[in-house]
């Protein structure tokens, strides 16, 4: 059946006489009668892309329309077929009585590309860039160990954060594990939770899922905006980075270049944070907000107008989207910019914790030993003796190196 199928193509897209047909740039279509032909279709699947202007325009014409007392007159010159390629394609002349613009869009024809590369391409990508991390991370515990603290501790101790600031940052933290948990629940609940718990377990796992994403998402935003006007100041790039980097911040070696309250590998913790934190709430509170904060027209007309698509040498992005094509692009850069993201906490909460002795207490009991603190922020030490003893703290005239 499938052989006279494919054979009846063959023939009706005019085989018999392909030399016209591959000479021009634009294919025959006469024997399908202005039709798709089978080159069409395959060149489709093969994923080319292919000028289909000879669909989308072929639409039918209100000049042609039968009068209303005639047979085709209530379609307004319009046949079936050209109608639902209208309607596909977006140029229907649709009115609808409420739901605006949204409700207007009865066939997407966006949608397809987006379903596949979410159930295949961003979960196999997603998927194996944090089981990369974890591995990564699993062997380099192994090849270098814990950091220890080099020097005996002193048993005294200083401030390094106050309450306030460890609250923002178990808020922040707090919210980001569960939006991280939920999140990937939802992207892998039919592969994983399905097959192990049922469609019934998944269900509920799913709706519980959504509300606890939507809602820990204010907790994240708040706590970003704290964490943002406690730290920005500490985390402004300076020179004594340029000597950590060179060092490789004493993480490969015995060396422990000289710091202030952040070092460089922290800024870039710090802004990857505040900067793809952001960028996740905008795409987030744009899902949360259905049609309502359309942001990728007009980013992609910027992009396109800044020639930065043309410098990547890739075609100019769409800057007409329909509603549901602005929320499919929403999706996706949130669900991508979130996967970068929980790759770097994930090598955070590995320093955090187990990879660096005596760091958790900063965020824990908000003090550290003076040991810990020389060792990986001299200066900022230097600078907090200082100010104890009421002199004036400026790191350049204390830099205990
Ligand atoms: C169980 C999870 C976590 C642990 C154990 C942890 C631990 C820590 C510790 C100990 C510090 C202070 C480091 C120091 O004293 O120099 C810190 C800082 C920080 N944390 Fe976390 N954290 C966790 C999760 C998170 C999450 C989920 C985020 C953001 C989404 C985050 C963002 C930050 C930022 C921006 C800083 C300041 C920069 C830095 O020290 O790297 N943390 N964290």
């Given at each position: 059946m499938m052989r006279l199928y494919i054979f009846a193509l063959i023939l009706a897209s005019g085989l018999g006489a392909p030399a016209a047909a591959q000479d021009s740039?634009?294919?025959?279509?006469s024997a399908t009668g202005g039709a798709q032909t089978l080159e069409d279709i395959l060149a489709r699947q093969r994923g080319e892309g292919i000028d289909d202007t000879f669909r989308r325009e072929?639409?039918?014409?209100?000049?042609?329309a039968a009068g209303i007392a005639q047979q085709l007159g209530t379609l307004g010159g319009s046949s079936d077929p050209e109608l639902w390629r209208a309607l596909r394609y977006g140029s229907a002349d649709i009115t609808v009585s409420s739901g605006g613009e949204v409700a207007a869009v009865l066939v997407q024809d966006g949608g397809m590309w987006w379903l596949d590369f979410r159930r295949t391409t961003l979960k196999n990508w997603g998927g194996y860039f944090l089981l990369g991390v974890i591995g990564a991370l699993i062997a380099f515990f192994l090849l270098r160990g814990r950091i220890r603290?080099?020097?005996?501790?002193?048993g005294r101790t200083v401030v390094r954060f106050q309450a306030i600031e460890r609250f923002a940052h178990w808020l922040l933290a707090g919210s980001f594990i569960l939006l991280g948990l939920t999140g990937l629940l939802t992207l892998f609940g039919r592969t994983v939770l399905i097959p192990a718990f049922g469609h019934e377990a998944n269900s509920f796992i799913l709706i519980a899922s959504k509300w606890v994403h939507n809602n820990a998402a204010w907790a994240f935003m708040v706590g970003l905006v704290m964490i943002f006007a406690f730290w920005v100041w500490h985390n402004l790039p300076d020179r004594t980075d340029l000597k950590w980097i060179a060092q490789f911040g004493g993480i490969i070696g015995s060396k422990h270049p000289p710091a202030r309250k952040f070092n460089a590998g922290q800024k870039v913790i710090f802004w990857s944070v505040v900067i793809l934190g952001a960028s996740i709430s905008a795409s987030g509170l744009s899902l949360l907000f259905p049609f309502e904060i359309p942001m990728f027209a007009k980013t992609f007309a910027i992009l396109n107008d800044l020639g930065i698509t043309g410098v990547l040498g890739l075609d100019p992005l769409p800057t007409e989207l329909t509603p549901q094509e602005e929320m499919q692009y929403a999706q996706l850069w949130h669900a991508i910019v979130s996967f970068v993201l929980m790759g770097i906490i994930i090598a955070h909460i590995y320093i955090g914790s187990l990879?660096?002795?005596?760091?958790?207490d900063a965020m824990g009991t908000g003090e550290v030993d003076e040991a810990w603190a020389h060792q990986h922020h001299s200066i900022w030490l230097e600078d907090v003796k200082a100010a104890d003893k009421g002199e004036s703290a400026t790191g350049d005239a204390t830099a205990a190196e």
């Open positions: 740039l634009e294919p025959d279509r072929n639409t039918g014409s209100p000049d042609t603290i080099d020097a005996p501790m002193t990879g660096m002795e005596g760091a958790f």
